[in-house]
């Protein structure tokens, strides 16, 4: 019963079904009923007009419940668009923004007071303004360019950073987005703004980059000394190596002079990259093979070993690029200081290349050496020592091969970014 009465309270088109299907049975069928129920004229007559106020009665309820459903919901329907027009409203004015109204030939229609308060004026001032009134002279040319494709539905919306002057003659930046709205394919009502002043975040910004910039010089400079003091202790070891004569203390000398002109060389690589904590590890590692090559080189300028490079552009975190180039290093030097007097064609190989994520670094040589000299389970030299200690920091995977007189080390290791010191040694 109670689902029947919510039909017949919100469905005015179910009740005229039924005063159509009930008014339909009583024309049909009222007459015969009468005539079928009473024989005297007069009685006939009278229930005849009884019959017809009594239609006229259900005609006059009906169309009663029509209306009465009618305003109902046209009451409803005008108190939600009024509602809705007063939430508008509200967000219209109370927006932390500027919003505006604007037909396309630039005549205002409708300003919220954040944007009154941001220029300064006050909504009859404000409506009464041309562009050129409160946009810079260099800046409304292209906002009127960028409102004609809105207006021609080249573009759906825009976003552009512009320059407002306020009631004061004062300027600020501010950051304008606009769309249009359209009442068909072509005819288009008016622009929405929505303006935002940027004075803050600009000045902010401001900071933020003068301070990376002077981060960055600091770094730069420390880079920049670190590489002079390290030149300078390479200088001191070569200054010492002149003043001996024992050739086991002159080689010792020798070595720690390379390994520091290979830290040296990471950081005149790092001081050279442009705002970024990575290196090209392949051009550093080209030098270093290039350095090393000409250290070794005779008197004459000639060089006894073969050098084959294959080092490609890998870009590596300097926390890794320290140890990995030390690594390397040393595997150089090793292999230099091999005996290649037996050998007819000494060569040295050098292979860089990424895999996915992991980086591979191989280096081989032909020179003679026993097992023991390249033992990384116990090593017997400080090269194999630092070796073993470098590839434990990389976190790497190093092996050694012999193949047609011919030794391999190939390390192995992923790709990480790292913080903080670079060297475990």
């Known amino acids: 019963m109670y689902r029947i009465k919510t039909i017949l309270r919100n469905s005015p088109l179910v009740i005229a079904i039924l005063y159509f299907l009930v008014g339909g049975l009583w024309v049909q069928f009222s007459d015969q009923f009468v005539l079928a129920s009473f024989n005297e004229p007069e009685t006939i ?22 209306v009465w459903k009618n305003n109902t919901l046209l009451s409803k329907a005008i108190q939600q668009l009024r509602k809705s027009r007063d939430e508008f409203k509200a967000t219209f004015e109370s927006a932390p923004v500027g919003i505006a109204h604007h037909k396309p030939d630039e005549n205002w229609i409708q300003v919220n007071q954040t944007l009154c308060d941001m220029l300064g004026y006050k909504k009859e001032e ?14 409304i040319e292209a906002s009127r360019e960028l ?10 919306s825009y976003k552009i950073e512009k320059r407002y002057r306020t009631k004061d003659g004062t300027y600020f930046p501010g950051l304008v987005s606009k769309s249009a709205v359209f ?49 300078l202790v390479s200088a001191l070891f070569d200054l010492q190596a002149m003043y001996t004569e024992n050739e086991r203390v002159h080689a010792i000398l020798h070595d720690s002079q390379m390994r ?46 073969n050098i084959k490079k294959d080092i490609p552009t890998v870009n590596l975190n300097i926390n890794q690029a320290v140890p ?19 050998i007819k064609n000494p060569a040295i190989e050098v292979s860089l290349k990424e895999v996915e994520e992991s980086v591979v670094l191989t280096v081989s040589d032909n020179g003679l050496k026993s097992s023991q000299e390249y033992n990384l389970k116990k090593p017997t030299s400080l090269g194999m020592l630092i070796v073993k200690t470098l590839n434990s920091q990389l976190r790497g995977n190093i092996s050694v091969t012999e193949q047609n007189d011919k030794t391999s080390f190939e390390l192995t290791f992923e790709k990480r970014d790292f913080k903080g010191p670079s060297s475990a040694l």
């Not at 009464?128 to 002279?137: A, M, Q, T, V, Y």
């Not at 809105?150 to 573009?155: A, C, D, G, N």
């Open 324 to 342: 990995a180039g030390l690594l390397c290093n040393e595997l150089l030097l090793n292999a230099y200081l091999n005996s290649y007097e037996d």
């Open 45 to 66: 007559t009278q229930v005849q007009s009884l019959k017809g106020w009594l239609f006229v009665l259900a005609s006059g309820v009906m169309i009663y419940l029509l």
């Open 147 to 156: 409102d004609q494709e809105l207006v021609e539905q080249k573009r759906t």
């Open 260 to 305: 520091v002109k290979c830290l040296a060389l990471v950081h005149e690589s790092y001081a050279d990259a442009e705002k970024t904590s990575h290196i090209d590890f392949g051009d550093y590692l080209n030098q270093l093979v290039d350095f090393i090559y000409k250290t070794f080189k005779k008197e004459n300028g000639e060089s006894t070993v």
């Open 183 to 231: 009442n068909g394919p072509k005819n288009p009502v008016y622009l929405v703004v929505m303006l935002e002043n940027i004075a803050d975040q600009k000045k902010t910004e401001e900071k933020l980059q003068q301070s990376v910039e002077a981060k960055e010089t600091l770094l730069s400079e420390i880079h920049h000394r670190v590489r002079n003091n390290l030149a």
């Open 126 to 139: 404000l409506l009464n303004l041309n562009f050129e009134d409160f946009i810079h002279p260099d800046d």
